[in-house]
Nanobody
Framework: QVQLVESGGGLAQPGGSLRLSCAAS????????MGWFRQVPGKEREFVAG???????YIADSVKGRFTISRDNAKNTVYLQMSSLKPEDTGVYYC????????????????WGQGTQVTVSS
């Protein structure tokens, strides 16, 4: 059974940092592209960052220069380092696994985690 478990969310002040982790099990992690998405109530799930099987990354324009994505295949874990946080970064952050090429299209992803809440507020 495939499981993706996010952690590291919480409350941060504007300008602060958080690091999200997503631990994967039940799949051959190195064979999957991984992505991070976020969602706020009433809006569609938004692509944030993706990393291919060989480590190529793609960052959404809305967070470029502030967020980075990385993966550790030995630990079956993908990370999202978030810096210079803004209130508009608030949302539930999800990680997802895609057995194809890395994409920003949420419908392409095969597995999803339960999400972790990130709140940016003073």
């Amino acid at each position: 059974q495939v499981q993706l478990v996010e952690s590291g969310g919480g409350l941060a002040q504007p300008g602060g940092s958080l690091r999200l982790s997503c631990a994967a099990s039940g799949l051959t992690f190195s064979s999957y592209a991984m992505g991070w998405f976020r969602q706020v109530p009433g809006k569609e799930r938004e692509f944030v960052a993706g990393i291919s099987r060989n480590g190529r990354t793609y960052i959404a324009d809305s967070v470029k220069g502030r967020f980075t994505i990385s993966r550790d295949n030995a630990k079956n874990t993908v990370y999202l380092q978030m810096s210079s946080l803004k209130p508009e970064d608030t949302g539930v952050y999800y990680c997802a696994a895609d057995d194809g090429l890395m994409t920003s299209n949420a419908f392409s992803y095969d597995y999803w985690g339960q999400g972790t809440q990130v709140t940016v507020s003073s």
